[in-house]
């Protein structure tokens, strides 16, 4: 497969310092590379070398380069995830992916373990939607009730959702970044992408899944109930810890940085 340095721009990756170890960072739905920029700093100070991108589809990206059909599973971003390390010629790499990125590294490290030495898994769910002796958070018709908020009035769901999604108020810093973010982002690519999240079942992969993997989740977070993490714990094929922030919301390395960043520093280093 030829990548072309046009596939790095239409990505908007960057890398940033000069150490020897690799740490790249893969956003979540409704985000850019941005979610970390309180993370990012302590990291370069650590003498560790950054890789951000954006997942197509982000507001960041163009539209015109996404396609619901070629998006219409995570596989598709585990691919464009291989191929921007290729490009890069990243040949080992500490991969951090927050929520829906967390499962593209796992779809991506079956494919290539030897790249990644290890995955930490950042408020990350192989299944949303709860099943027989499996709680994932949500039910079908809670689903169905937010596809439908989204194609109805996209505006207003984003001001119910950033709030709850983040764990705080609309005018909370954390929440307007997520806002600003979410409300970037083109209403039929929300719909497809959120469907294609929260519908996907990727328990079966977990197994297959061999690279050592550190579990990092909220207390309390609206998209991943904390049985989620420990669900994971116990059924990746590989190594695993876990720790459980004390603190609220999907998205902490934006608004309890100050946790997130000593845990990351210390599973990077593990």
Not at 35 to 61: C, E, H, Q
Not at 102 to 107: E, N, R, S, V
Not at 148 to 170: L, M, Q, R, T
Request: hydrophobic share 40%; charged share 20%.
């Amino acid at each position: 497969m030829v990548i072309s340095k046009a596939f790095l721009s239409s990505h908007n990756v960057r890398d940033l310092g000069n150490g020897d170890q690799v740490v790249v960072l893969g956003h979540g739905f409704g985000s850019d590379q941005s979610m970390w920029r309180y993370i990012v700093p302590s990291l370069l100070s650590n003498n560790l070398k950054i890789v951000l991108f954006d997942i197509m589809g982000a507001g960041t990206t163009d539209p015109e380069h996404f396609s619901s059909k070629s998006y219409s599973s995570l596989q598709a971003h585990a691919d464009d995830l291989l191929a921007v390390l290729r490009e890069l010629d990243i040949v080992s790499c500490v991969y951090v992916g927050h929520s829906m990125s967390g499962m593209i590294g796992c779809l991506a490290s079956i494919q290539r373990p030897e790249i990644f030495r290890k995955l930490i898994l950042l408020a990350t769910s192989p299944r949303y939607l709860n099943d027989r002796n499996y709680y994932g958070g949500f039910e079908q018709h809670d689903l169905d009730q937010l596809f439908a908020n989204i194609k109805f009035d996209f505006k207003s769901w984003v001001s119910v959702f950033a709030p709850g999604a983040v764990g705080g108020d609309i005018d909370d810093k954390a929440v307007q970044e997520f806002f600003r973010t979410l409300l970037s982002m083109r209403p039929d690519i929300v719909l497809s992408t959120s469907k294609t999240i929260f519908q996907s079942d990727l328990r079966s992969i977990l197994p297959e899944v061999t690279v050592p993997c550190h579990i990092i989740q909220s207390r309390k977070d609206l998209a991943v109930p904390v049985e989620v993490a420990e669900y994971l714990s116990r059924n990746l094929g590989g190594w695993t810890s876990m720790e459980i922030l004390q603190t609220e919301g999907h998205i902490p390395q934006l608004s309890s940085p100050e946790l997130v960043i000593p845990v990351l520093l210390r599973c990077i280093d593990a």
